[in-house]
């Protein structure tokens, strides 16, 4: 439920999303000076995938303007001899000195044959300027064992 300064009247949106652990943040992600709504969250139980949807508020209504599908969608990734990316498992926002704007950290599994089977993440910093998703630096990082 949002209340508005135009009027009395609440606005009341449901979204598509269920889990556990949700909570609310408010900050301005695609730097129109206006503190857009993400809407953070798991599910998937051992998978522990993210829920995380920013909107933003545009005539009386909410905009969905990220989630993890139009993530998916626009960088894909291929592995080849059995490890898969997953969905993100983590998405978190992150605010730099130097911008006025919030950009999302968000961490993506490497895996085998299964969950369980864990070789190492993907890592990506986001922008979200202008409604559009885009990747500012990703890397990656494996588990290994430590030299001696």
Known sequence: ???????????????????????????????????????????GGSGSYAIAAIYKYKDRYLEEIFNPDMFSEKYKFIGTQQPIISAINGAYPIKSVFQKNYFLFIRQRVIGVSNADKIGYIESFVDLLNNDIKVIEMGTYHFGEKES
């Open 1 to 43: 439920m949002i209340n508005t300064e135009e009027s009395n009247k609440p606005i009341i949106t449901e979204i598509p999303y269920t889990g556990y652990s949700l909570e609310l943040f408010l900050g301005d992600f695609n730097g129109d000076g206006r503190d857009e709504i993400m809407v953070r969250g798991e599910y």
